[in-house]
């Protein structure tokens, strides 16, 4: 926790603090403090708040907004097999977006002051403490903020009546991959699939960060080669 120059005060907010690390911000995120109760963010009670998500407000909040968005492709005409395929379409969809969001940006490289604070709000944050059961999920506001560009971009891609049946799927694929990645933290799988995917996940925090950044599967790191070595795996389990 201590850079050449600067020392963060776990017992301060941090947001503010991790930016003076610089260059030794990668080696601090990557030393996790494995603790349910997570660090405070801000002095500001607000913008705290804003941090912190239970993870049920994701299906709670979004769940319902899917079948809204779903039903619209009903009523312009689409059968329901015909939204099916384009939910499953909206699915893998998601799990490419995850797997490209979380290589590329959230393990972007960082080490200016303002980089290495938006790195750790974006991410960072979840490496230096894995456990912190109200930082699991994405906050319900940044995701309704991003929807916006989202719904613009499918309606130049798709018809009316498709694309909000494939808004309603990279939703649900969202959906699932927050409930999942929550899960793999804090449950205790019995079934093999979960169980496979709580000892993959878990190697990319605490053994290779860069390999494994597939959340909800494994089958865009088997297509890109970043899959982790069976060893590696089970010798973290």
Sequence with gaps: MVAERFTVDLNKPLVFQVGHLGEEYQEWIHQPIVCVEGPRFFESDFWEFLTRTVWWAIPTIWLPFI????????????TFPQIGLIVA?????????????HRFLFHI???????NTAH???????????????????????TAILLVPLWK????????ATAPAMLGGILFGYV???ITHYYLHHGQPK???FKHLKKYHLNHHFRIQNKGYGITSSLWD??????????AVEKRS
């Design 176 to 178: 699932m991959y927050d």
């Design 109 to 115: 490289k960082t080490k200016s002051y303002w980089a």
């Design 153 to 160: 971009l499918l309606h130049l891609l798709a018809t009316p």
């Design 89 to 101: 379409f909206g699915v893998l969809t998601w799990t490419l977006l995850e797997y490209t969001l």
């Design 67 to 78: 079948c809204y968005v779903l039903s619209i492709s009903a009523r312009k005409g689409l």
């Design 222 to 231: 088997k297509v890109f080669g970043t899959l982790p070595g069976i060893k």
């Design 120 to 142: 750790y709000l974006l991410h960072g944050c979840h490496h230096k403490h894995p456990q912190d059961g109200l930082r699991l999920v994405f906050p319900p506001t940044a």
């Design 191 to 193: 079934e093999p699939t």
